[in-house]
Nanobody, 125 residues
Framework: QVQLVESGGGLVQPGGSLRLSCEAS????????IGWFRQVPGKEREGISC????????YYADSVKGRFTISGDNAKNTVWLQMNSLEPEDTAVYYC??????????????????WGQGIQVTVSS
């Protein structure tokens, strides 16, 4: 059974930082692009970042480029999203997702094969 389990969300002040983790089980990350979507109520889910750990290629949406950094470790089957300079507009539910045999620049253009349960990130003073 495949599971993607997110952790690290919460409440942070504007300008602050959070680090999300996604631990995968039941899949081998060598064959997947793995990363993050986020969703605000009433809006479509947005693919914001992903990585193919085997070659280290990454993708970032314009909305997070320069502020967020994705990394991963195959041995730990885990991906992290370091989020800096957070803004109230970053408030959303963040979902870890995995797409089989996807190149990172195509992130968000194909439905993921697997989803995590989602974790809330709130940026507010």
């Amino acid at each position: 059974q495949v599971q993607l389990v997110e952790s690290g969300g919460g409440l942070v002040q504007p300008g602050g930082s959070l680090r999300l983790s996604c631990e995968a089980s039941g899949i081998t990350l060598d064959y997947f692009a793995i990363g993050w979507f986020r969703q605000v109520p009433g809006k479509e889910r947005e693919g914001i970042s992903c990585i193919t750990i085997s070659d280290g290629v990454t993708y970032y949406a314009d909305s997070v480029k320069g502020r967020f950094t994705i990394s991963g470790d195959n041995a730990k089957n885990t991906v992290w999203l370091q989020m800096n300079s957070l803004e109230p507009e970053d408030t959303a539910v963040y979902y870890c997702a995995a797409v089989r045999f996807l190149i990172p620049r195509m992130w968000g253009r194909r439905p993921p094969d697997f989803w995590g349960q989602g974790i809330q990130v709130t940026v507010s003073s």
